[in-house]
């Protein structure tokens, strides 16, 4: 188990800036340290992947360090890496956290069953292409 202390304390004397980590750990933050924006002052770029972003957690964010940019990349276990990227801004309007639109050199559609493209707002299966694969 990581103490979140000691990752703040190597986080605000190491001066980071940015920082990429699971939503996972990002809540255990949240929730066991009330003053994490004073903390660290320095870190603006807050990154998180490699698991769903629940709209909770966000919004916990969003309260917590209203003045950091918090970005969701997502990416299947099919890809090397993330596949797409949204930048959380306000949330009251929505159901969950968007996943984004694809990063540089990547490719993302929504198919049906017969791999064909599905319209705006309708379920269908990620496809990816491009140089993340």
């Known amino acids: 188990m990581?103490?979140?202390e000691l990752l703040l304390?190597?986080?605000?004397g190491e001066r980071v800036t940015r920082i990429v980590l699971v939503p996972t750990l990002l809540r255990v933050l949240l929730e066991h340290i009330p003053d994490l924006d004073a903390r660290v002052p320095m870190l603006k770029l807050w990154t998180v992947s490699g698991e769903y972003l629940p709209l909770d957690l966000a919004k916990d964010f969003r309260t917590a360090l209203p003045t950091a940019a918090l970005l969701n990349l997502y990416g299947s276990s099919e890809v090397a890496g993330d596949a797409?990227?949204?930048?959380?801004?306000?949330?009251?309007?929505l159901g969950?956290?968007?996943i984004g639109k694809p990063i540089a050199n990547a490719r993302v559609y929504i198919l049906d069953d017969f791999v064909q493209p599905v319209p705006v707002g309708v379920p269908g299966t990620l496809y990816v292409g491009g140089d993340c694969l």
């Open 2 to 4: 990581i103490d979140p």
């Open 9 to 12: 304390d190597l986080l605000a």
């Open 84 to 93: 797409t990227c949204y930048q959380v801004g306000e949330l009251d309007d």
């Open 96 to 98: 969950t956290v968007p």
